[in-house]
């Protein structure tokens, strides 16, 4: 979706200019959640017969006031040029470089048992140190198979300090050094 990338670059540069990173983010979302669970929305908005103007005037009433007027205007953008196939994606596209722009990074951490926030806090202080992570968005999953330790997933990398991975590269070694 190559032209949904270049609405959210467009609509980023405009945020920054604005001073509204932050702002259109989370209005994107409040937009994409409506394209989730209004079924009328979704109907207007992929109505192909419906006259342009009609169908800009019928959105916008699904759209609260706290909206910013230039996420507004996107939209009547994108059905103008009949693009409004592309509005789903774009608030995903708006993350990503946000998410690159402000530091946030999606780390997976898989662990034995639940964790508390001060783990957290402690991982977090370890990846600030180690790999220059700023904002961590922690997602926990609990692996009873991995017996002990922890795991972490984020930006391509594995950090694997577990029991379970620890016993796999010893019997890899053994199993390397018999032959």
Do not use: H
Request: glycine share 4%; with cysteine.
């Amino acid at each position: 979706m190559l032209p949904a990338k270049r609405y959210a670059e467009g609509l980023l540069k405009l945020a920054q200019e604005e001073g509204k990173l932050e702002k259109f983010y989370e209005d994107l979302f409040k937009i994409y959640d409506l394209f989730k669970t209004n079924k009328q929305f979704v109907d207007v908005l992929f109505d192909l017969e419906m006259k342009v103007s009609n169908k800009k005037e019928k959105i916008k009433q699904f759209l609260d006031e706290s909206i910013d007027r230039y996420i507004v205007n996107l939209i009547c953008l994108l059905i103008d040029k009949r693009r409004e196939t592309l509005l789903p994606y774009i608030p995903f596209y708006y993350k990503e470089m946000y998410d690159k722009i402000i530091g946030n990074v999606e780390v997976e951490v898989i662990v034995s048992e639940e964790v508390d926030e001060g783990v957290l806090r402690k991982i977090s202080n370890w990846l600030l140190k180690r790999y220059d992570v700023k904002n961590p968005r922690f997602k926990v999953k609990v692996d009873r198979s991995i017996i002990g330790g922890i795991k972490l997933l984020f930006n391509n990398i594995e950090v694997d300090a577990t029991i379970k991975g620890a016993l796999d590269s010893i019997k890899k070694e053994l199993i390397q050094n018999a032959i």
